[in-house]
Each structure stands twice: as C-alpha cells, then as structure tokens.
C-alpha cells in the first residue's frame, strides 16, 4: 500500500489511518467528523477519500504482534480466524523439503494466496513460488492488511483467496533496539529475536533511509522431550481391560479395531505402536507359491511354526530367531523426531525514498536473509525384496559344521528350491536374476538402520531482494478532465539460493551388494539382531546435498486520477501494465536423482519458467449521493489481462465489479464479485517425480472397514495384484503410511475462481467507539491444480471405493508387490498433478471494537478498555477430488482427517481485552477453536453412506480449544519499553490423535504443541 496525503477536506471517516490506534483486528468504518486524505487500500489501485470500499480488508496491527510475543509473523496470521493452520510452513514442520513459514488462507493452501510487502510481490522460494514468511521484517511492520477474497484482477494470479499486505515503516528516524528472549515451561526451550533500526531524513527533508538488522535463534524441541503425550508412536487400536494400568498406552488385543473389539473384551483406544521396520530386523517369505511340507518342517524347526503374516525377527545377537509381534516389536519413531525444529536467522532490510522534484520520487527497497533450519528424523528404514546367499554364515552357530545347513540356512535353501524360472530383483539402481537352485533365497526386509544414526537435513536459505521504482503526483491536465493524476513505476528483481545437506541415508544397491559374499569372502552386512558393523556402515551410508534456486522479476508501471467529474462526484480511475518472470530449479543429489536412497525422498530434477504480460484497469464510479437513505452509491470494477507463455493457459482475463453503498453516517452496505485465477506454477508444470510417504488407508488391508469388505473391493484387490489369500489381512500393508511417487504435469491449465462478497459495516453515532462489520463470503474454486484424485489416499478410495473400475486411471496408478501385494519400496503409487478437482467454502466473517473511558487510573488522568473481537463461522468447506464425478464430495467443515487434511472448524475467534492507563497496558487474549471430528466418520455420514459406529472409533471428536493469553507492555519514559507475557496461560496440551494425526500424535500447526510460553522483551529508542 502507498499512502498519499494530498487533497483534504471534512467528511465523516477515520482519517489517515485504516483502523482505530491499537486495535487488534481492525475494522473499516465511518467514525467521526474529521480531516481525511486520499489512501491506496489493498485490494485497489484507486486512492479515494475515506475507508469505503466494497473489498473486505481486515488489519493486524503491530502492537497485536508485540504483545503476542511471536517473533515471526506466521503464527499470528494462522492465530486469526480467516485462516487455517498451514501443515508444512511453521516451526512444527519438521518435513524435508521444510524450513519455511507460510499462511493458509480459507484453507485453500500457502500457493492459493498472494503475499506482497508494500503493494508489490516479494521474494519466492522454491518451485511452488510461495513466500517465505521467515523473511518479512517484523521490525520494520506498521501494520499488516488481509483481503479475504480473489484480487487477481488487481494484482494478478495466486490471489484466489486474496492478499496479504505487509506495510512497511518506511518514514523511520532515530535509533531503536529491541531485545525479546521466550522460553516454554516444559522444556525450557529458549528463542532469541534482536532488532537493530536505524533510519533518518536527509537532503534538507527531501529523503530518507531505514536500515533493519535482526538475528533470530531460536532452540529444537524433541517429541521425546514432551514425553506426556508425544513420545510414544500413538495409533487407534483394541485395548484390553487390564492394559488400562500400562504407564502409557495399552497392549492391542489380537482383533482388529471396529465392531468386532468390544465383542472381544476390549475398547478402541490409542495403542503405542510405530514401525514393523525394527532393529534387530523383521523378514518374511517371498515365494510365489503356497508352501509345501519341506519348508513347513523347516521353519518348525528354526522356531517359526506358529509365524503370521507379520514375519519373524531375531534377538540382539542374531542367533535365535521367533515370530514377530505387534505393537511389542514396532520401532517407536517419536522420541527423536523434532517437535520444535531450530532455526537460526540473519535479516538486513533497507527502505529509502528521495524526492529529486515535486513530482518525482525515486524509491529503494533492499532485503538480504540467511535461515538455517535443521530437521531431526529417526533412524532410516529399509524394506523390500532382498537376495541372501542360502549358506549365510550369519544364519549358523560359529562351530557348526560347514557341510551342515542350520535350520534357518534351511529355510532359505527350501525358498530357493520354490522359486519358478527366472524372476527379476531390483534393488535401487541394480538388478540381478535369480532362478532356482543358484544358491540365493529373497526374503522381504524390514530393518531400521539405527546403527547409521539420525536421519538430519540441514537446509541454509539465502535471499536476496531489491525493488527500484519511481512515483508522484502530475497534478490536471485541466480543470475538467484527467485531474489529480500519480503514476507510480518500478523494477523488482528477487533470488532465494537453498543448499540442503542431509545425512543418515543409505544406498539401497549398496545395501543389496553388502548381503551377498563377495570373492569367497563372508558378507560384510549382518542384518540379523544387532550386528551391523561400523566397516559396514561405511559401505552403505551415504549423505546428500540438494540445491534450490528460485527467481522473480517484475516490471510494473501504473497511472491513476480522476477522468471527468460524474454528477455524484469525480470518476476515478487506474491503468496500468505489468511483465512477470518466475523461474526456480531443483537440483537433487545423484543418489536421490538415481532413485538409489533410503532415508530421506529421492525425487528428480525440476527446472522451468513463467513469463506473463499483463495489462489492468480498474474504475470507481460515483452512481448517487446526498439523497435520503443514500449518503453515497458508487460501483467499481476492474479487469486483468493476462498472457501466459504456457501452452495449457494462454490468454486469460480476470475482472471484479461491487457496489459501495452508505445508507448514512450509521450504515454502509458494500458487495462484489471478483473472478481469479491462478497460473500453474513450476511445481505443477514440471515438478520431477518425487518419492514421499503418506497416510493413507489401503483398502485391500484390514484397514478398509467391515462394511466395506465386499466381493467386489476383493476383487479388484486381486485384479490389482494381491495374493487372493492375503486381500483384508494386516500382512497387505503393515503399516498406515504408503510410499508414493509425485510429479508435475506440463499441460495443466491456470485454476479459476469466483469470489462473493456482501458485507454491513455499522458505526452508530451514538456510540462513537463502536464499530462492526460483518461479511458473507462464498469461494468456489474449478480446476483446482492437484495430485491425481486429490492425493494418495483418495486415488486409493476411488479406485476401490468409487468408481470401481481397474481400468480407470486412479487403479492404474497404484503399483504392488507382486508377492506381498503391498504398495512399498520399489512399488509405488503414482500419482502426477492435474486439473483435477474443486473446492468451495462459505460462512461470515465478524469483526467489531468498543472502547471504554474510565475517569480512575493507576498513573492519573483516567484509562481506557478496548475490546477488539474478530470471528469466522465456516457454513462450508467442500472438497470434489475429481470435478468429473460431481457426486463425490468432502464436505469437511467441522471436520480432520487423512482427506480433509488440518481441522476446519466451524468457529474460530480472537478477542483481546486492552486496558490501558498512562504507560502501562495490561491485555488479556481468548482464541477459539471449535471441536472437529474425524472425517472418517463425518464424510460418508454426510454423503449419506453408512460410517463406520460411532462409538467403535477412538477419540473421534477432538474438543474445543480455549486458550487465555496475558501481556503486558510499559514506557520507561519515551526512550524505553518493557513488554512480556504468557501464551497459553492454562498450559493446555493438545489434543491426541491415533491414525488420524499428520505428526506428533496430533495436529501441531493447529494446536499450541509447546505448552505454557513466555516472553520478555525490551526496546530502546533515540528521543
């Protein structure tokens, strides 16, 4: 936003600023009789006198992020209730690719709206070309505007779900040094966040320059360290009676949870369980026949009689083997994954302005930032198919008898004899044949490989940013017409260079290799019990370094004024061009671009590029005033033309029209419908193939619900490639996340997307300090840019669950074991992105201030309370994963889950009660959020299908959520302040979650994971 305070005269609005001083969540309104300027409001080109616009804009101020102690902006945006928590850009995303802070906002995603600092866009990282939120300069904010609906006819593509505007102090003099240390209370966990400002007039008043210095560090929090709820591995299950004195969680009775526990002496109940992939080794058969009574003797004899389809293991040693057992033998993944990944940041921000005439002022902007952020995972796992030699010495007593097989030597010479003809191993990069008789038995693996050590990513960001403009006021070009014309161009060029180190992965073909003798020499790996050695960790350990680039340039030139004189007042106007270049690449390291990794995801390179050519205009057109019940009526509208150099987009035009309509000073009715649309980005076009895993549930396990185990899942179950007597068992998949394969797609066209919005804004005359807006607001969203069927999980469900047909492209893109049926390392779901699906949402948005005056304070001259209040009630969030089948619908709000993703509530709210009196304030915050429940029970009860019992789910309702923060800040004279405070007051921990988490046992982006905080900080200025 630009400011331009030029032509005054007396008419009933707030003056210069958007909002009431202080407030928390402004409200645009009418107020008082008192001087105006003409603003530049976000969401509008056109500077007008007043706040009337029929664009909802909601403001944060920066006293709301000094008193809420959050040294980066992303947790104050995901705080208000127009957002949803976003899963991947916060500090509890300890995910790869990670690191980065962004906002979800209407819970349509980070890349679905537009972030601009001063009006213009600012730095992109990554092929997904979204900002990184670490790198807005928290000092330098003066306030942040939010406009909750599509804007891409003003600022052009990404803006779907509207802007966020950060804007800038950039008129700063004297020297001003701010210090803040936090901690939590239960792990005492310290962040850090220096500013240094310096800033100043010079030339005689006729410039000025602002230089912001900060340094962030802020402290790791491990999953283990918050022990209570999150170091256990947490997943729904069957608890039995007497499990109910466990320390933490309870002992699965051997019945699968569902209809069937309660009848078994149980009830479902959280289960701490983790991983089938275990130290000491989990192996099964791979044989593609049924076994005969050779090899039944044989696995009698090496103590695996009674073994299931879970496998057996070994002990320490790897001298005894048994059948595996679950949850006792699952690998808990939780206690060293971080919960609070560390990340540790260096900003410079510069802003200058110089007016060289009256009418033209040059302007600088320049940005440098360094963030280093490190994620923590557990040790890596490796599973699938494995050659081992049949005489494996690490199968057999250290005396025995090399002529004698031992009886699990046994066990493989009888795998071997089994096999029929030649079949293909792959592992990673390699291949080998194996035949029958040649010596060589596969067994399927599941080992952690905990002697490798922690998987760690270590990912150092460095941005650069500078925007060079030129703007001022060309005065009329007579009395007549164009009048009051400004002109405003500039150039901004900005480059995000990461490096990422990793380190805990290991080579699968080397893996492969390590198994087998070699020249007559024993194995070098010994994967049985714990026995790798420190020489075969070498042999298969391997680190990575992958490289990001990301680029955008802007060019943009606007005009803007007043045309004519209309009989209800001037119509104004803008015009304006602008060119945009976005380029990023992704560089992976040879052994995740091979595909020949285990630890972190392989994927391969991304390289490409958006250019667009642009032309806008937009008019505001006064219809009526000075009429009873019609103090003013004006219509505005705006178009965008757009020119993509991309064959699945071309030529595109966006455009809005509203109505502003103030009843009187009491009143104001405002609307409007704006059309959007957002560009396919690198990601979407060129994304190469990526390995990730995802929660899912695999509907040829025992995972699909009784109801949904029918002849027909069954046999497509089959016809899919699942041993006929393996579809339903827990041996299909073992465990709730599946490995899958993503990638971009060049032919995807732009998403579009139509905005309404019809709002009242009420300042009553009779009480001055009052002031309310409520919005209705409708989003629908067509061709929204996706993975195939919405994701992993959904390809799964409408493959099986829906559409039934093998042939149909989501049953196409699921790959399995041809032995096992599961959908695991090297067979993956594939699943690319296109112009799949639709999303829509709905509801009111509710903001209001009142303020009190009290003649009694604690430093005399009496003290004032605030209130400031803002609420969204979400009627609905609708995902269609394939627009093609309009049937099928997510209806998700109220809902969260492995499909609807994050909690959407229904309600979710901020108040902030301010009393001030002299230099001390005292506020006290309350955030809202509704109960949720878990869509696997609230979509197909909305559909209409039949959801699995109530009752037989564990904690399928997670609670409201009530959380009180306090703060506090004092003026130590006009040179120095205090503030401080304490989040989450009650230290209330979030609420738990099995198979339905994302991470950490529950949803942490949503949910303060980190307990009672405080904070204390200090500021010193110049007089």
């Known amino acids: ?519 007559g020499a024993d194995p070098l790996l010994n994967i049985f019990g714990q026995n790798i050695s420190p020489e075969a960790v070498d042999a298969i350990a391997i680190g990575a370094t992958n490289v990001t680039e990301a680029e955008l340039q802007v060019a943009a030139a606007t005009l803007s004024g007043q045309l004519f004189d209309l009989p209800a007042g001037p119509l104004a106007f803008s015009f304006g061009a602008e060119w945009r270049y976005a380029a990023s690449e992704f560089v992976p390291d040879e052994f995740l671009r091979s595909g020949d990794v285990v630890g972190f995801n392989p994927g391969l390179p991304t390289a490409g590029d958006v250019t667009a050519r642009e032309i806008f205009g937009e008019l505001r057109i006064p219809l009526l005033g000075g009429l009873p019940f019609v103090d003013t009526l004006a219509a505005n509208a705006a178009f965008r033309r757009s020119d993509y150099d991309l064959k699945g987009v071309g030529e595109v035009w966006t455009y809005l029209y509203g109505l502003d309509w103030r009843l009187n000073e009491n009143v104001a009715l405002r609307g409007q419908f704006q059309r959007a649309i957002r560009a396919p980005n690198v990601a979407d076009l060129y994304g190469g193939l990526r390995q990730s895993v995802e929660p899912a549930t695999d509907p040829c396990s025992d995972r699909q619900p009784l109801a949904g185990q029918t002849e027909t899942v069954r046999a497509l179950c089959i016809a899919s490639g699942v041993p006929e007597g393996a579809v339903f068992s827990g041996g299909v998949q073992s465990n709730n996340i599946i490995p899958a394969l993503f990638g971009g797609n060049p032919n995807v066209g732009e998403e579009e997307s139509d905005t309404r919005t019809f709002g009242v804004v009420l300042t ?79 509801g009111f948005d509710l903001q209001a201030r009142y303020g009190f005056d009290f003649g009694w304070g604690l430093f005399g001259n009496g003290s004032s309370l605030n209130i400031n209040t803002a609420w969204t009630r979400t009627d609905e969030f609708t995902l269609t994963p394939v627009q093609a089948l309009p049937s099928v619908k997510n209806r998700c709000v109220g809902s969260y889950g492995t499909t609807c993703g994050e909690p959407i509530p229904e309600y979710k709210g901020v108040t902030r009660f301010t009393w001030t009196s002299g230099p001390l304030s005292l506020s006290l915050r309350h955030r809202y959020i509704d109960d949720v429940t878990v869509d696997r029970y609230l979509l197909p009860k909305r559909a209409g299908a039949t959801p699995p019992a109530y009752g037989d789910l564990v904690n399928p309702k997670l609670d409201a959520m009530n959380y009180l923060d306090m703060s506090f800040s004092f003026d130590l004279g006009r040179a120095v302040e205090i503030f401080g405070g304490m989040n989450n007051l009650l230290d209330d921990d979030p609420p738990l979650v099995g198979s339905a988490q994302i991470r950490a046992n529950t949803w942490p982006a949503t949910y303060d994971y980190n307990g009672r905080t405080m904070f204390i900080g200090l500021t010193v200025r110049t007089l």
């Open 764 to 842: 009553p005359q009779a009480l001055p300090k009052l002031a309310v807006t409520l919005d209705y607001f409708n989003i629908t969203l067509d061709g929204a840019i996706a993975q195939l069927g919405g994701g992993l999980n959904n390809t799964l469900n409408l493959c099986y669950n829906v559409i039934q047909d093998i042939d149909s492209e989501f049953c196409q893109a699921i790959n399995r074991n041809p032995v096992s049926g599961e959908i695991s390392i090297p067979f993956y779901a594939e699943i690319r992105q296109a112009n799949t699906g639709g999303l829509e949402t709905s």
């Open 1 to 519: 936003m630009v400011r331009r305070c030029k032509h005054r005269r007396r008419v009933a609005a707030l003056g210069c600023g958007v909002v009431f001083a202080g407030s928390t969540f402004g409200v645009q309104a009418l107020a008082q009789e008192t001087e105006v300027e003409e603003v530049l409001v976000t969401g509008s080109r056109i500077a007008r006198e007043g706040l009337d616009t029929s664009t909802p804009v909601n403001v944060i101020s920066t006293e709301e992020i000094k008193l809420s102690g959050a040294p980066n902006v992303e947790k104050i945006l995901s705080d208000a209730p127009q957002f949803v928590a976003s899963t991947n850009g916060g500090a509890s995303a300890n995910t790869v690719p990670g690191g980065t802070a962004d906002v979800n906002l209407r819970g349509f995603g980070p890349s679905r709206n537009l972030v601009l600092v001063n009006g213009r866009r600012f730095a992109i990282y990554g092929p997904e070309q979204v900002t990184d939120l670490n790198t807005i300069p928290t000092a330098l904010i003066e306030r942040t505007e939010v406009v909750t609906g599509g804007s891409s006819a003003v600022y052009g593509s990404d803006a779907i779900t509207g802007v966020v505007n950060f804007i800038m102090r950039d008129d700063f003099e004297g020297v001003e040094a701010t210090a803040q240390t936090s901690y939590d209370s239960p792990t005492t966990t310290p962040t850090y966040n220096i500013d240094l400002t310096i800033g100043g007039n010079f030339a005689e008043g006729r410039g000025n320059a602002v230089v912001s210095v900060n340094y962030l560090n802020r402290g790791a929090i491990t999953r283990g360290e918050r022990g209570e709820w999150a170091f256990d591995s947490l997943s729904d299950g069957c608890v039995t009676p007497e499990s109910f004195s466990r320390e933490r969680a309870g002992v699965p009775v051997s019945v699968p949870s569902g209809s069937n526990c309660r009848a078994a002496g149980g009830v479902p109940g959280l289960i701490a369980g983790g991983s089938g992939d275990i130290p000491n080794g989990r192996f099964t058969l791979s044989m593609p026949s049924t076994p005969n009574a050779d090899l039944n003797a044989a696995l009698a004899a090496a103590g695996l009689g009674g073994m299931t389809t879970r496998g057996f293991t070994f002990d320490d040693a790897g001298t005894m083997a048994r059948p595996a057992r679950t949850p006792q033998d699952d690998f808990n993944l939780g206690p060293d994954n971080y919960l609070q990944v560390p990340q540790e940041r260096w900003m410079v921000n510069a802003f200058s302005h110089y007016d060289f005439t009256e009418k033209a002022t040059g302007y600088l902007e320049f940005h440098f930032s360094n963030n280093r952020v490190d994620q923590q995972l557990a040790p890596t796992n490796i599973s699938g198919p494995f050659l081992f030699d049949v005489n494996n010495p690490y199968l057999a007593p250290p005396n025995q008898d090399p002529n004698v097989l031992s009886p699990m030597q046994e066990v493989l010479r009888q795998l071997d004899m089994l096999e029929t003809g030649p079949t293909t191993v792959t592992t990673g990069t390699s291949s080998r044949i194996n035949n029958p008789n040649d010596g060589f038995a596969v067994l399927n693996v599941g080992r952690r490989l905990v002697e490798v050590g922690l998987r760690e990513n270590i990912s150092d960001r460095n941005v650069w940013r500078m925007a060079l403009g030129m703007r001022g006021d060309l005065g009329d070009v007579s009395d007549a017409w164009l009048r009051n014309l400004a002109y405003d161009v500039y150039y901004t060029f900005a480059r995000t260079e990461e490096t990422s180190r990793q380190s805990g992965n290991v080579s699968r073909s080397r893996f492969a290799s390590a198994l087998l003798s070699s020249g």
